[in-house]
């Protein structure tokens, strides 16, 4: 993706696909599929998560450098 943008923003035009794109009324139908489902976490699995995600802030506390992971984040990633 970012070497897209940087070719068209260099050179004014975008590059030939190497594929067809997907039609967009079926590109439509799948996002409101998607938007239809609501994903469950288990109860047995949030213990879990919520520890490894405690530990990932900690551990973010000592590293200067790490990259933060909200709690959006980390329900993007599931």
Excluded: W
């Amino acid at each position: 993706l970012a070497d897209h943008i940087i070719q068209v923003h260099m050179h004014c035009y975008q590059p030939q696909a190497h594929f067809d794109p997907m039609p967009m009324n079926l590109l439509r139908c799948c996002a409101f599929y998607c938007r239809t489902i609501q994903p469950i976490i288990p109860e047995d699995l949030t213990d879990c998560l919520v520890s490894a995600y405690v530990e990932i802030r900690k551990e973010a506390r000592n590293i200067p450098d790490i990259t933060f992971t909200s709690a959006r984040n980390l329900l993007g990633i599931l």
